[in-house]
């Protein structure tokens, strides 16, 4: 398993817990968020999770090609 994949899984069964209980999607969506950004936080100094927040979201669009690949 990647770690895409047990992301995924985790995610999605986090959303199916929260949709049965039920608690809002997009406040469950930015606990994970804020999760995430905490557990970095224990290994990594601010500045480089910002940089890793800010390229993830520069690169949200799914239509978007990435910077190495070629058309």
Partial sequence: MTPSQLARKHV???L???AAAPVDHDATLRAI???VVHAFLETKPLAEVQREL???ADHA???EDF???RP
């Fill in 12 to 14: 999605s069964a986090a």
């Fill in 16 to 18: 199916a817990e929260a």
């Fill in 33 to 35: 968020i804020s999760e």
């Fill in 54 to 56: 800010r390229d993830a």
């Fill in 61 to 63: 669009d799914p239509n």
């Fill in 67 to 69: 910077t190495f690949m």
